[in-house]
């Protein structure tokens, strides 16, 4: 399975989307400043995962979030709640 990801800063409120085969171990790897980008911004918190079999699609969907603001506005209004937006 490959895993699509969100992870929001309970420091700064980022928002992070990433892709992995083991959630906990790059849960753990953005936590501990691993990536150039997540450092600044730790502690880190996993808001959201959607599983796939086939990696091409968990990269697709990844691109995708990343890319086209749209698709992101949506994902961010249909966790308004968990992201603490009311």
Known sequence: MRYVYVLRSVKSKTLYVGSTDNVARRIREHNEG???FTRRHVPWQCVYLEGYAAPED???RESQLKRFQNSFTQL???LRHTLGGG
Request: charged residues 55%; without cysteine.
């Open 34 to 36: 691993f990536s150039k």
């Open 58 to 60: 968990a990269y697709e």
């Open 76 to 78: 961010k209004r249909r």
